[in-house]
């Protein structure tokens, strides 16, 4: 019956070989009516804890779906978690079924985060008209208009000219791309850029970057699988919450100032359109636009602004060290197309396919969220032979999708190539989903990937990289967590062209 239910190995055993009385009654529980995908056979309470490789879980799914397939359940303590592996099992689920994999899955620790929820970790009503609204105001203020990409090339000149005053000394690139990148989105949320010497600018960013250091933890991955215990536990989890308070204070002191200063006719940036949208939905009774919304919204809109994208531009920057001669291309075309007489601009994309075949492959090379965001099902579904019961949490595995063999050959290999057809064309790929699919697709999308390439075309315009050591010692090996990956630290030095 074990073989039959998609369990391997039979009723967990106690200690001393006895199986577990509860064993039929924990079976129902878990696999409830209906074929279950297959998986390791979980243990009560702990589920498959103990068999999961915590330090580096993608890796371990990879070797899960060689087992299992592309569908398969594991658990994360008491939680049932779906996951997804491979292009066609993803875009069946995320696209094909995309009002049925549209919820937000369970992640205790962003959930203790966020309180109330904002845009990424709010589901139904709730998360459709805070999307909705999102999205149009992020294309009011600019994103996908002309007015971003202004406000891009104007960052990255402070960017190029903060570069050039490192006299060709080494340094690390982290905050440098943090700070710009920053600023772009605190121009759409806030109403205006931070000097980079501003106090206040870097507490947050500092709070930023440790939050995204102690993410990598164990005690994170811990964290998501026993919330209730590990809220008694010290440790690193406990500084996230406070440095995510500090932050969110942070905001409601700017939401404030904004409330006393704003123009009902006039929206100066996000918050206010968000107060001007409280006043209207006021009147028809709805309640989900609200002060404490705002905050998060706003919050996870600057986390999410920053953070992403400015660690691929430094992995990517990593990678071109690695690889002199890429870089050698991509200057080539830079010089070709834009000169040097003025800034890049979205629109020399179309005319410099092998810059754009190299800003794609950084972002599949990368996966930055190899495990994608969780989704949840928001009814019972049935997706190729298998019963998912609703509520169930999907990991819909986009690093499988990037690392497809057939689409992409050598994926394990940095290659530009990936992204070119035989004639030196651009080639697009559907298999291209850093950024998710479907209807969680990444709100900030259209920023994240005009911001890629303008600030890497600039520096790339600006500058030549020089590594420290040889390139074929550069180490571009990933540290990777239970929710993302990233680069390791490293030097470069920048030398005018």
């Not at 202004?150 to 190029?160: C, G, K, M, T, Y």
Request: glycine share 6%; with cysteine; hydrophobic share 40%.
């Amino acid at each position: 019956m074990a073989e039959a239910a998609g369990l391997r190995g039979g009723p967990p055993k106690l200690h001393g070989g006895a199986t577990s009385a509860a064993w039929p009654a924990w079976k129902k529980m878990l696999y409830g009516p209906g074929k279950l995908p297959p998986g390791p056979l979980p243990f009560p309470v702990i589920g498959n804890t103990l068999q999961l490789n915590k330090k580096n879980l993608p890796q371990h799914i990879e070797e899960l779906s060689e087992t299992y397939g592309p569908i398969f359940t594991i658990y994360l303590g008491s939680e049932r978690v779906v996951v997804l592996y491979g292009y066609e099992t993803v875009k069946e689920a995320l696209i094909g079924l995309g009002d049925e994999f549209s919820g937000r899955g369970s992640m205790p620790l962003f959930e203790k985060f966020a309180q109330q929820s904002g845009i990424v970790f709010s589901n139904g009503e709730r998360w459709k008209q805070l999307r909705r609204f999102a999205l149009t105001n992020l294309r009011n203020f600019g994103m996908g208009k002309k007015s971003i990409e202004e406000r891009i090339q104007e960052e990255s000149r402070f960017l190029v000219e903060r570069l050039r005053n490192t006299q060709e000394q080494p340094f690390d690139p982290t905050l440098f791309l943090t700070h710009a990148v920053s600023n772009v989105i605190c121009s759409i949320v806030f109403g205006d850029r931070f000097d980079y010497e501003d106090k206040k600018f870097v507490t947050l960013i500092n709070l930023l970057e440790e939050n995204g250091n102690l993410q990598r933890s164990p005690w994170t991955a811990l964290y998501n699988f026993f919330p209730t215990l590990m809220d008694y536990l010290p440790g690193p989890h406990q500084k996230l919450f406070k440095n995510a308070e500090k932050f969110r204070r942070f905001v409601l002191e700017r939401v404030n100032v904004h409330k006393e200063s704003m123009d009902a006719n006039y929206a100066r940036d996000f918050i206010d359109a968000f107060f001007i949208k409280m006043e209207e939905v006021q009147r028809t009774g709805q309640s989900h636009f609200t002060v404490e919304s705002l905050v998060r919204s706003t919050v996870e809109l600057f986390v999410a602004g920053t953070g992403t994208t400015s660690i691929t531009l430094k992995f990517g920057l990593l990678l071109l060290l690695k690889y002199p001669e890429i870089e050698e291309k991509v200057h080539e075309e830079i010089d070709r197309v834009v000169g040097r007489s003025r800034s890049p601009c979205m629109a020399d994309r179309s005319q410099m396919p092998y810059t754009d075949a190299v800003v794609h492959e950084i972002q599949r090379f990368f996966a930055l969220v190899p495990l994608g965001v969780p989704r949840a099902v928001t009814k019972d579904v049935h997706l190729k032979q298998y019963f998912i019961p609703k509520g169930t949490t999907i990991f819909p595995a986009l690093k499988s999708v990037l690392y497809d063999s057939k689409e992409f050959p050598n994926p394990k290999q940095f290659n530009p190539e990936h992204f070119l057809d035989e004639n030196g064309a651009f080639r697009r790929s559907d298999y291209f989903m850093p950024f998710s699919a479907g209807k969680r697709i990444c709100v900030g999308e259209g920023l994240a990937r005009m911001e890629i390439f303008l600030i890497l075309t600039m520096i790339l315009q600006n500058f030549t990289l020089k590594p420290l050591v040889d390139p074929k010692d550069i180490d571009i090996t990933l540290s990777t967590s239970f929710v993302s990956n990233s680069p390791k630290s490293y030097q470069l030095r920048v030398v005018p062209r």
